[in-house]
């Protein structure tokens, strides 16, 4: 706009100067020349300013544009951004998940292993506490306490083994054995020997 007033003050300049310097006869002529010369300076300076007008709007449209395009991408990558965080989030959660149910899981198995550790620890306790009771419970017994019986427990069941002077020490065996706390059955598998009173002479 600046250019156009500058071109107009410059053709007006040039109009009057010349208009100065011309005789009194060529002063309709110059005149009417000047205002042709005016009118067109004019008409110059208005589409200069239409043009320079134009070019601001295009200029302005450019910038508003150039603001709402980059306006959305900012958008785009905020959304793209949460839709991100958003996933990541939801990964970790199931990552703890996992990690919670897998210790969950391990703490389970340590518990019942443990447990079943010490109830076996407890069982081969028991076991050796019951085949000890046995044995003290035979050797009370005046007519097994001379005997070779072996006895072995598992599981509270206990197993005699060896040989028994008569059936009825033999039967003797299986209630002493019974009678001893925390045994859940007996297998009496004595052999009934009977012992030897003397050498026959020769």
């Not at 905020?78 to 990690?99: F, T």
């Not at 198995?109 to 044995?135: C, K, L, P, Q, Y």
């Not at 009977?194 to 002479?201: H, N, V």
């Amino acid at each position: 706009m600046m250019k156009a007033l500058t071109l107009v003050s410059t053709v007006a300049a040039a109009v009057a100067l010349t208009a100065c310097e011309r005789a009194p006869e060529d002063s309709t002529a110059a005149a009417n020349a000047d205002a042709t010369v005016v009118a067109q300076a004019e008409t110059a300076g208005d589409k200069a300013e239409n043009a320079g007008e134009r070019a601001r709007e295009a200029g302005g449209q450019a910038v508003d544009t150039a603001q709402e395009k980059g306006a959305q991408a900012v958008d785009a990558t905020r959304e793209k951004g949460a839709e991100v965080a958003a996933a990541a989030r939801e990964k970790g959660g199931e990552l703890a998940a996992d990690a919670k149910e897998k210790g969950s899981q391990v703490a389970a198995n340590a518990r019942e292993t443990g447990g079943e550790m010490a109830a076996r620890a407890s069982d081969a306790v028991s076991d050796a506490a019951i085949t000890a009771s046995v044995n003290a419970e035979l050797a009370r017994a005046d007519d097994l306490s001379a005997l070779r019986i072996d006895v072995d427990t598992t599981n509270g069941r206990v197993t005699l083994s060896g040989t028994a002077p008569s059936d009825s020490a033999r039967e003797r065996a299986t209630q002493l054995a019974s009678s001893v706390r925390g045994v859940t059955g007996v297998d009496n598998q004595l052999q009934v020997k009977a012992a030897d009173k003397g050498r026959k002479a020769d």
